[in-house]
């Protein structure tokens, strides 16, 4: 049986460099604190804190003086960095640059939302640690929304400003901006700003033909990744036979018969040397 790896999957920029900077600190011998799990990935957590990394949350943070703590690609909202001021915490900030140009953009929106009556909508996953960064920008003055189901938590007496979570899919952003404007009357603001990483965004449509040209496909990530869910979504609306893992104990030898090939792909939180165990493992049949 033939088998692929995807050469367009696997960790994103904004996670890579996360990972890079907690292995040079760990590399130098420092003790360091990951302000939650650096990565949706639990195999790729549990290989850095084989090497020292501790993860902690904020609580925890709250406890800590004269520490090392790194800040995940995801960002956190200014709170985070004032109580690491305020108890001597030295941090290591990997936040995404994409992620970081989004906050700065709220924190202005989030002026002139003050000044005009406006309302900061922010299209993501509640709870998300991005999101959750995000919303911190605006003082928690941001109303989330997850899907165009739930735009009755809006008031279309108001204007509205509009952000996305970088990982959400630009045809769901597209969606919520046609439901919007049908329902806020045409005299009212309404500014859409599509901030939509496109390094996540384009791996869809690469996804559906990667995935249409195999006979199954093994999809690599952690089950808490909302990207992981997303673009392994992807995989099943061309191929029926995608089957998502974390690692290689979760494969089945049943979805591999009368398979001639096999795709491996992986979320933007899924590390290449993991795709490639999973991939080593179909091919030496230890699946079986």
Not at 84 to 99: E, F, K, R, S
Not at 194 to 216: E, I
């Amino acid at each position: 049986m033939h088998v692929e790896v995807d050469e367009k999957s696997g960790c994103c920029f904004g996670v890579i460099r996360a990972i890079e900077k907690a292995e040079q600190q760990l590399d130098s011998g420092v003790t360091l604190y990951s302000l939650g799990e650096i990565v949706h990935n639990s195999v790729e957590v549990n290989r850095l804190k084989s090497k020292g990394l501790k993860v902690i949350n904020r609580e925890q943070l709250g406890q800590l003086r004269r520490a090392t703590v790194l800040i995940r690609a995801h960002g956190e909202p200014p709170q985070t960095y004032e109580v690491a001021a305020a108890n001597g915490i030295a941090l290591i900030d990997a936040t995404c640059p994409v992620v970081l140009k989004l906050q700065s953009n709220i924190s202005k929106s989030y002026k002139k939302a003050k000044e005009t009556g406006a309302q900061l909508v922010i299209f993501g996953q509640r709870g998300h640690a991005e999101v959750n960064g995000l919303v911190g920008q605006a003082k928690g003055d941001a109303t989330v929304l997850e899907s165009v189901d739930e735009l009755h938590l809006l008031d279309f007496s108001r204007p509205i400003i509009l952000y996305s979570q970088t990982t959400k899919s630009l045809e769901q952003f597209a969606l919520l901006c046609r439901e919007v404007r049908k329902r806020l009357p045409p005299e009212l603001l309404f500014e859409a700003h599509d901030t939509v990483c496109r390094q996540v965004s384009h791996r869809k449509p690469h996804l559906h033909r990667f995935a249409s040209k195999h006979d199954v496909i093994i999809f690599v990530s952690g089950y808490n990744s909302s990207n992981g869910k997303e673009l392994y979504q992807a995989c099943s609306e061309v191929n029926e036979r995608s089957h998502m893992v974390q690692d290689v104990e979760d494969l089945r030898a049943e979805w591999f018969e009368g398979c001639r090939s096999a795709g491996v792909c992986g979320a933007t939180s899924t590390p290449r040397w993991l795709m490639d165990r999973v991939a080593d493992a179909i091919k030496s049949g230890a699946h079986a």
